[in-house]
């Protein structure tokens, strides 16, 4: 098993700036890609960034060119650098990783971190 564990969110002006972290637990398993996902209120979880081990990354449209991701190999760590934040970003923002171990592979993930941007 991997255990998650997010870092860094909070209550941001609009306009604002947070980072979010996450590590992985040691493993030795593959992290084939790690990410970033969110739930806004009331709606559905929801796609904001990915990056794969050789560093190819995904984003969503909303947040392109306003958040960035990052990894760490070595460490097992992302981070998610949000800029210019928005009402609408306002969301629990869960890490994710995707990991192939044989019977342990698959999706993981954190416990969510809240993220409110206020107007």
């Known amino acids: 098993q991997v255990q998650l564990v997010e870092s860094g969110g909070g209550l941001v002006q609009a306009g604002g700036s947070l980072r979010l972290s996450c590590a992985a637990s040691?493993?030795?398993?593959?992290?084939?890609?790690m990410g970033w996902y969110r739930q806004p209120p009331g709606k559905q979880r929801e796609l904001v960034a990915t990056?794969?081990?050789?560093?190819?990354?995904n984003f969503a449209d909303s947040v392109k060119g306003r958040f960035t991701i990052s990894r760490d190999n070595a460490k097992s760590t992302v981070a998610l650098q949000m800029n210019s934040l928005k009402p609408e970003d306002t969301a629990v923002y869960y890490c994710?990783?995707?990991?192939?171990?044989?019977?342990?592979?698959?999706?993981?993930w954190g416990q969510g971190t809240q993220v409110t941007v206020s107007s």
């Open positions: 994710n990783a995707y990991i192939i171990g044989g019977i342990n592979s698959g999706d993981y």
């Open positions: 040691k493993t030795t398993f593959s992290i084939v890609a």
């Open positions: 990056i794969t081990y050789d560093g190819r990354t």
